[in-house]
């Protein structure tokens, strides 16, 4: 079975930068689109952004757009979310997710296998 771990968050002040990766492994499969979604208590599941493993190309959540940056490096099957200037609002547990049959990418029920999530925390 396809497995995707999170990595790479923790506490951080306004304004810093974290980087998450999202490492794929176990069974091959066809990756089209990887997302990143977050999470913060008593809201649901918020879109952040996805790139489309063939090309490369990226989308992202008007609220991270400027800020976050989504990459990957094939030969490692890894998916990094950077993000720069980080603000309170930004805190959630941020999970990685993909998508093996295209659909909506932006919709969190739409993906095939999520990871675990990974808490970030943003202080004032």
């Known amino acids: 079975q396809v497995q995707l771990v999170e990595s790479g968050g923790g506490l951080v002040q306004a304004g810093g930068s974290l980087r998450l990766s999202c490492a794929a492994s176990g069974r091959t499969f066809s990756r089209y689109v990887m997302g990143w979604f977050r999470q913060a208590p008593g809201k649901e599941r918020e879109f952040v952004g996805a790139?489309?493993?063939?090309?490369?190309?990226?989308y992202y959540a008007d609220s991270v757009k400027g800020r976050f940056t989504i990459s990957k490096d094939n030969a490692k099957n890894t998916v990094y979310l950077q993000m720069n200037s980080l603000k309170p609002e930004d805190s959630a547990v941020y999970y990685c997710?993909?998508?093996?049959?295209?659909?909506?990418?932006?919709?969190?029920?739409?993906?095939?296998?999520w990871g675990q999530g990974t808490q970030v925390t943003v202080s004032s």
């Open positions: 790139i489309w493993w063939s090309s490369g190309s990226a």
């Open positions: 997710a993909g998508m093996t049959t295209w659909a909506n990418f932006y919709r969190a029920s739409d993906y095939n296998y």
